[in-house]
């Protein structure tokens, strides 16, 4: 059974540092296109970084390049978001998830594995 668990939110003052881990059960984060998404409130999810099985190629959104760093520990099974500088509109919950495919895909349909998520508060 493939589970995919978040753990590293909670709450932050403006301009401090959090690290988000993922680690997943089922699958090898080698086999598998791995991203952070965020849901804030009102809005929709968006992916905010993406890593490829590889590792070679990663992907940030605009709003977080500079800031977040996302990277894998291979032998721990594990993906990491750590999160910088960060903006009461970094406000959100955060997924991990899993995708088959080779390319980081904004799409969350290409997607297979969800994690539940982990509350990410900033406050100003």
């Known amino acids: 059974q493939v589970q995919v668990v978040e753990s590293g939110g909670g709450l932050v003052q403006a301009g401090g540092s959090l690290r988000l881990s993922c680690t997943a059960s089922g699958l090898s984060v080698t086999d598998y296109t791995m991203a952070w998404f965020r849901r804030a409130p009102g809005k929709e999810r968006e992916r905010v970084s993406c890593?490829?099985?590889?590792?070679?190629?990663?992907f940030y959104a605009d709003s977080v390049k500079d800031r977040f760093t996302i990277s894998k520990d291979n032998a721990k099974n594990t993906l990491y978001l750590q999160m910088n500088s960060l903006k009461p509109e970094d406000t959100a919950m955060y997924y991990c998830a899993a995708g088959g495919s080779a390319f980081c895909y904004s799409n969350e349909r290409n997607y297979n594995y969800w994690g539940q998520g982990t509350q990410v508060t900033v406050s100003s």
């Open positions: 890593i490829t099985r590889s590792g070679r190629s990663t």
